[in-house]
């Protein structure tokens, strides 16, 4: 049967068509003869055989053979019995693809009152209801099951709650009243009983068993829920109830008296079916402008990585500096951790011998635990990559889905907004190299899950959600979810001074919810925390320098990566380096918002976005701020704050990325305003200008360049016959923030071997808890540094052979090994000195074996 087909007869139309005239209804073109016009006081009278009847009962069959005879008959027999208390019923059997004689035990019956639908193939009982349903035409309908679990003598129970208002009346085996004969196996109860539970929690309040199939309902209502229904499962109870109370249809649970009847057609794998399909209940309905937006946003996010994204494992982001092989060792080693179940937190790998404090370091747990299999088959790079693409388009997606659930109601205009939010700017420097500021995509979650706590309609439920995302968040990224709380407590502070009415209702179950999400969250995360803030190479705080702030001309100028207006030269004197640019919006871009905040004035969410966009601006630009053109220095708003906890190892540049979802939103809320105005001019012009303004903040796609492979020394495992149980390999000179390649190097080799220095936040040591990047320098490690730098070979002295002996004992050094670099003869004449004898050519490097053998 045809979508068409069950549509017109859920309203009762009959399926043949008559010409106008025997309807009364005279033809196109001419007026109506006295006779065609029906007397005021005579109704037309619908003959009794096309009345729709009372009640229609729907019952889905599939192989029932065996059940569905006893079912009929009893129906029969008990509306039949009724008399006219129903005033006219039906009995709606839909096959769902049977292979057994389901159809002939309905087609051999000649009761007029029996009809049968049928599937060409079993399609699930969700399906088949959508089917039965849409061809009823009762002013009430019941479904029930082919077994009739519940006897049909429990209809009036139901009737009676439909008669005192009710849209729904659902039999009951949970409340009290209800009563049970035979049970079922005890498996299934408890499996329903923990399916009702998931049910209550996640999408349906207040009824204790939506599986009971037992209901009765109002024709048009239930006919109208089920067109709109998209499950074929079991789950179709769930989505028809849920359907019910969003609509504001009153529902009613009412005790039956219910017995297993043994047939079941539920099978194990129904469970998790069941499971997945309250999940897709969940989720929105896809839409093709959603499904065409996040495929934008992907081939963003690709054309971005070109240069990396098709050969990950040999190319290299030029600009990431240090970072890739940073990021790559985060994710080889959490992955490596995870294998051979140690503490994910920690990591004896760099920093011999004390070790790296993970959860001190941005290693995204969150991530490249879950990655864990991608880095195993296919390597840290691989895994990387996949992360920062695809987080970034997933980010995109998020904050396209929070704009339109929010703020406007056009996809177009989301899309704009969410295109700016992800891919502005700062955003595209900090994708070099950071992806724990590319990966965002949960904190538009975080403030739209926040947003529901204000509405206090389901406090509890919404703050332990909102608790885990926030647990979850800590894991992604730390510095992220301070940066996303501030520009939150920013735009609460404006909304509450434009709408303190609005504000004062909203913020008792606020403060209840976010003290409820604080302490699921902190349950989940203490250990972590007090493992990052108090265990081994733990520290206090980061001091990143005056350098951290954003100039005042750095919101004005073009980043570096803008693919028309970009100039590297201005970026790079406006920034702490080509992964810092955490500005560079553009003077047409903030002339745009600043046209758009005046224009749309009257919105108080407009008000709150630009007085957030514009604190966020002036807080990046630090505790002391230079005066453009005068070289005149004043206090700043971030001076009261750059002392405080955490926000002293905030990088205050970064405080401007909160300006590009702000930015985004104003953009979207002018675009979506200019689509709903009449005049063309306005509904042309301003998307025009949108476009010249985010013109110059096009980014091209981030540089990239080969990638030199490691030696065949660590690639082929010749560094085993060097390296002892318990001792480390020193590349030459030590891997620190400036030069970390002996990181890919030690990745390649499996992380078999320990190595001391490295690229990670650690204390500073000797009794100082503050942070810093890289391994303090002992005196070996400092005279090879400034060896490399300068390429001028050290005198040594006796003295200084017995300060290298004593450096390479701290690190139970096995070998030293020098890789070919720019330096590399200095270098090695250095080491030649320190340890008494040359180094051997082995495998594409040289070794000192400190074994005594050369």
């Known amino acids: 049967m045809s979508g068409t087909d069950t549509a017109e007869e859920s309203h009762g139309v009959p399926e043949s068509r008559e010409a106008p005239e025997s309807r009364g209804v005279p033809e196109p073109g001419r ?30 069959a599939y192989n029932e053979e065996h059940r569905l005879g006893p079912t009929l008959d009893a129906l029969t027999r008990q509306l039949t019995a009724a008399g006219d208390r129903w005033g006219g019923w039906e009995i709606v059997v839909v096959d769902d693809g049977s292979t057994d004689a389901t159809r002939e035990i309905v087609t051999r019956r000649r009761d007029p009152r029996l009809r049968l639908v049928s599937s060409p193939r079993n399609r699930g009982k969700g399906h088949a209801l959508r089917l039965g349903v849409g061809a009823s035409r009762g002013r009430r309908v019941l479904i029930t099951d082919a077994d009739l679990a519940v006897p049909v003598g429990e209809l009036e129970r139901l009737d009676e709650a439909l008669a005192e208002g009710g849209a729904a009346a659902v039999g009951s085996r949970a ?32 009824i204790r068993d939506t599986q009971c199939g037992f209901k009765l309902f109002d024709g048009e209502k239930v006919r109208a829920a089920f067109a709109a229904s998209r499950l ?26 219910w017995s297993h009847r043994p047939g079941s057609k539920i099978r194990p794998l129904d469970y998790p079916r069941f499971l997945r399909d309250l999940a897709r209940l969940r989720l929105p309905a896809a839409r093709a ?38 990021w790559e060792w985060f994710f080889a080693v959490t992955a490596d951790n995870v294998a051979h179940l140690r503490n994910p937190l920690f990591s004896d790998l760099q920093g011999v011998p004390d070790g790296v404090n993970l959860m001190a370091n941005t290693a995204m747990p969150g991530l490249s635990v879950p990655l864990t299999p991608v880095t195993l088959l296919w390597g840290p790079a691989v895994a990387l990559s996949l992360a920062m693409t695809l987080g970034l388009a997933a980010t995109a997606a998020a904050w396209y889905r929070l704009i339109l659930r929010r703020l406007v109601a056009r996809r177009g205009a989301a899309f704009t907004g969410a295109a700016l939010a992800a891919f502005a700017p700062p955003m595209v420097s900090h994708a070099n190299a950071h992806p724990n500021f590319v990966v965002l995509f949960m904190i538009p979650a975080i403030i739209e899950r926040t947003l529901r706590l204000c509405a206090g309609t389901r406090v509890t439920r919404d703050a332990v959600i909102l608790g885990l995302m926030a647990a979850y ?111 560079f919006y553009g003077w047409p871009l903030l002339l745009l918002a600043l046209a758009v905040t005046v224009g749309l004035w009257r919105r108080p969410a407009v008000r709150a976005l630009a007085f957030t966009a514009a604190a966020a601006a002036l807080l990046s630009l630090g505790p002391r701020v230079r005066v453009p053109a005068t070289g005149v220095e004043i206090p700043g708003p971030w001076a009261p704050l750059a002392h405080l906890p955490l926000l002293e190892s905030v990088i205050v540049g970064r405080v401007a990325l909160i300006c590009a979802p702000v930015l985004g939103m104003l953009l979207a809320l002018a675009v979506d305003r200019s689509a709903s105005v009449r005049s063309p001019v306005p509904r042309y012009a301003v998307p025009l200008v949108v476009c010249l303004a985010l013109l110059p903040l096009v980014p091209a796609p981030l540089r990239s360049e080969p990638r030199a492979g490691a030696p065949a020394f660590f690639t082929d495992g010749v560094w085993k016959g060097y390296v002892g149980p318990g001792e480390s390999l020193v590349p030459v000179p030590l891997p620190d923030p400036t030069a970390a390649e002996a990181l890919h190097w030690q990745t390649a080799a499996g992380l078999g071997f320990r190595m001391p220095g490295g690229y990670f936040n650690r204390p500073y040591g000797d009794g100082d808890r503050s942070g810093v990047y890289g391994v303090p320098l002992n005196w070996t490690a400092g005279l090879l540094k400034d060896v490399r730098e300068t390429g001028v070979a050290q005198v040594i002295d006796d003295r200084a052979r017995e300060q290298a002996r004593r450096d390479l004992a701290y690190w139970r050094a096995g070998a030293l090994v020098l890789a070919p670099q720019p330096h590399d003869g200095p270098l090695r004449a250095t080491v030649d000195k320190l340890v008494g004898r040359p180094g051997r050519w082995v495998a594409g490097v040289w070794v000192w074996d400190l074994h005594g053998g050369g």
């Open 31 to 60: 007026a109506p003869e006295p006779h065609e016009v029906p007397e005021p006081h005579e109704p037309h009278e619908v003959p009794a055989s096309r009345r729709p009847p009372a009640l229609s009962v729907v019952i889905p």
């Open 175 to 206: 409340v009290p009243g209800a009563t049970l004969g035979e049970r079922r196996h005890p498996v299934r109860e408890l499996l329903g009983g923990a399916g009702n539970l998931i049910v209550r929690g996640t999408a349906v309040r207040g």
């Open 232 to 257: 074929d499962g079991w789950a179709i109870d769930v989505e028809v109830l849920r359907h019910f109370q969003r609509a504001g249809w009153p529902v009613a649970e009412v005790p039956v008296h």
């Open 289 to 326: 402008a959603d499904a065409v937006a996040a495929a934008l946003f992907l081939a963003l996010a690709v054309a971005l990585y070109a240069g990396r994204f098709f050969d990950p494992a040999h190319r290299y982001l030029t600009d990431s500096l240090q970072d890739q092989n940073q």
């Open 473 to 583: 968040q800590v894991f992604l990224g730390e510095e992220a979810l301070l940066l996303a709380a501030l520009g939150m407590l920013l735009f609460a502070a404006a909304h509450a001074a434009v709408r303190p009415r609005a504000a004062r209702a909203a913020v008792r179950p606020l403060l209840r919810g976010l003290a409820i999400g604080a302490a699921v969250c902190l349950t989940l995360v203490v250990y972590p925390l007090a493992w990052q803030f108090s265990g081994p190479q733990s520290y206090t705080h980061l001091d990143h320098g005056p350098g951290a702030a954003n100039p005042v001309r750095a919101l004005f100028a073009f980043a570096e990566r803008s693919l028309l207006a970009g100039d590297a030269e201005r970026a790079d004197a406006l920034s702490l380096n080509r992964t810092e640019q955490n500005a």
